[in-house]
């Protein structure tokens, strides 16, 4: 039985980048950049799409469950006795984009993986930032 979302934890990372949102949904949506700021897979803005992100400590199993192109793009994310949700969501504005990462599904016995994405996310967003600044 999963646990109902009172029961779970969520990790909410923000940043303002001073791309367009194309630039950004290229950067989430594209394996090779993927592989440069997160981890490598075969991601795809696909409904129904498998994939699995892999590095050094193991792998994850992933499902796309929502894309609205440069908007918003949604994920299961699955390992290591995790069963999570990672969305991504991009809001343009004046400067930019706002880039909303919020993953959900930590259950309270899960310390460890909801700390190591608590430290986690806010680094990969900064790899993320130093690949968009490169102008690819």
Known sequence: MNPSAAETRMVIVEREFAHPPAKLWRALTQPHLVA???MAGDV????G????????????????????????LSYSWTGKGLESV???TLTPTAG???????????RPEQAL???GARAGWPRFL???????????
Request: hydrophobic share 45%; charged share 25%.
């Open 49 to 72: 799409h498998r994939f699995s992100f892999e590095a050094d400590w193991g792998a994850v199993d992933c499902e796309v469950v929502a894309v609205e192109p440069e908007r918003k």
């Open 113 to 115: 993986a909801y700390h």
């Open 44 to 47: 795809a803005a696909m409904p």
């Open 86 to 88: 990672v969305t991504w």
């Open 36 to 38: 440069e700021w997160l």
């Open 96 to 106: 930019g984009t706002h880039l909303r990462m919020e993953q959900v599904g930590f």
């Open 126 to 136: 900064n790899r993320l930032e130093a690949l968009l600044a490169t102008g690819d």
